[in-house]
């Protein structure tokens, strides 16, 4: 084991500061704590511990899932339990690495695979994948940014998401207005929208949870990244993209035309105001589209994020992972092969949620296809990922996206001024990064 365990457990008081301020993608499609460990394995089996993030009706679909295999699978019984939002899951593998009490397949959310990886407390899956007669090629390019690490493939896509943007077609439709494709379009769109009774905002035209998901959406779009390549310092400084994402953002505001929402309960308060029609235009998760369709009562539309230089987008959510320390590889791999390819397994998983499909087989399968000719706005989704980017790998990452939340607040909440406050972050991070 590498010395970078000792940064996997130095990170971990971290993270619950970061889930306090974070109203993100990820948290807003598990829905609510509720999911519980399953019923203890029957004797004579092989018995997997699987850890999860699946909560609320997301956290019933893994249940289901899981009950699938198990009786598919009369060898080997899978016991899966919820442990909490993404980074709680991040804790509690950390500590259970530490301990040499690990699960034997787990959840783990993208950003946070580097760490473990370089840690060398995830399994190689590269023979198992050539064992069971796969590739890397069957997978879907775009959610493949956060597999492979020094060599090694350590995790594969499951519960995976793109930010998009959510549309109120019949709120445009009412202004003759198009749906934006540029960031240009945006802002004419977002400051036609608005309306203003007696010094307050009756109606706004653009909203996006806080959450630095969206800010790091817009620096791509800019031809910026996060980290540069060398991956030294922070990318979007000396290029002058951040001044240029906070800025259009700061314009916005300043208009009334974008609806920054409050860092606590973010993604909810956003969205309750897209579906009240108070906003017209929500750059949100792909893991939104299934509740707005059901709940909104207007034309409801979704697009690829609006372009500035070129058409971008990060990806999110989670991968799944075989722990090197599993006494049972062997039953660790048939349940994640399984998810891969069994149609019962993640593409059934990923209809009933609405993340998106992961491998190249699910895509082009009679119940996808269909899934998308009835839902449309699910296969916009998916079309965007041919413009999926990550830049945002690092071993500090976790420090780092606390201090640029910081700045974000500083910047959108408290008016201080936007290079200032860049400058100091840079700074912030280039020590975090050594």
């Keep these: 084991m590498k010395k970078n365990m000792s940064m996997i457990m130095a990170s971990t008081m971290l993270l619950g500061a970061l889930a306090g301020c974070s109203s993100s993608p990820q948290a807003t499609e598990t829905g609510g704590a509720t999911g519980t460990a399953a019923a203890p394995a029957k004797t004579g089996k092989t018995t997997?511990?699987?850890w999860h993030s699946m909560g609320g009706k997301n956290g019933e679909y893994t249940d289901a899932l899981i009950k699938r295999f198990n009786e598919s699978h009369p060898d080997i019984e899978v016991v899966g339990t919820f442990q909490g939002g993404y980074e709680e899951v991040v804790t509690k593998l950390q500590q259970a690495a530490a301990a040499n009490t690990a699960p034997d397949v787990s959840m783990l959310e993208r950003s946070f695979v580097q760490l473990f990886a370089d840690a060398d407390v995830l399994e190689d899956l590269t023979p198992y994948l050539?064992?069971?007669?796969?590739?890397v090629d069957d997978f879907v390019p775009g959610l493949m940014g956060h597999s492979t690490f020094n060599k090694k493939l350590v995790t594969l896509p499951l519960n995976r998401s793109t930010p998009i943007m959510h549309v109120n077609k019949t709120m445009l439709d009412e202004k003759g207005l198009k749906v934006p494709t540029t960031w240009d379009e945006m802002k004419t769109v977002a400051n036609a929208l608005v309306i203003k009774e007696n010094g307050a905002y009756k109606r706004q035209g653009l909203s996006m949870p806080f959450d630095d998901?969206?800010?790091i959406a817009m620096m791509t779009q800019s031809k910026g990244r996060f980290f540069n390549e060398q991956g030294t310092s922070i990318g979007f400084y000396d290029n002058g993209v951040g001044l240029k994402v906070f800025s259009y953002l700061k314009d916005l505001q300043n208009t009334g035309a974008l609806f920054y929402p409050p860092t606590q309960d973010s993604g909810n308060?956003?969205?309750?105001m897209f579906m009240e029609g108070k906003v017209g235009l929500l750059l949100q998760s792909t893991g939104s589209i299934g509740g707005f369709a059901q709940n909104v009562k207007f034309d409801y539309v979704t697009a690829f994020l609006p372009k500035n230089d070129v058409f971008a987008t990060p990806t999110g959510g989670a991968n799944?992972?075989?722990l090197a320390s599993s006494k049972s590889k062997a039953a660790a791999w048939e349940f994640i092969n399984w998810l891969m390819?069994?149609?019962k397994g993640g593409q059934?998983?990923?209809i009933d949620t609405g993340y998106l499909p992961f491998t190249k087989k699910m895509?082009?399968?009679?119940?996808?296809?269909e899934l998308y000719a009835k839902e449309p706005n699910r296969k916009v989704a998916y079309d965007q990922l041919q413009y999926a980017t990550d830049t945002n790998k690092h071993l500090a990452w976790t420090p780092v996206v606390q201090e640029f939340r910081s700045a974000m607040q500083a910047i959108m909440y408290d008016n201080k001024d936007i290079q200032t406050t860049l400058t100091t972050f840079k700074n912030s991070a280039e020590k975090l990064m050594k």
Aim: no cysteine.
């Design 213 to 215: 998901w969206y800010l």
């Design 341 to 343: 390819t069994d149609p």
């Design 363 to 369: 895509v082009e399968s009679k119940e996808i296809k």
């Design 320 to 322: 799944v992972t075989m």
């Design 48 to 50: 997997i511990q699987y």
């Design 348 to 350: 059934q998983f990923v």
């Design 130 to 135: 050539k064992k069971s007669g796969l590739s």
């Design 269 to 272: 308060i956003a969205n309750q």
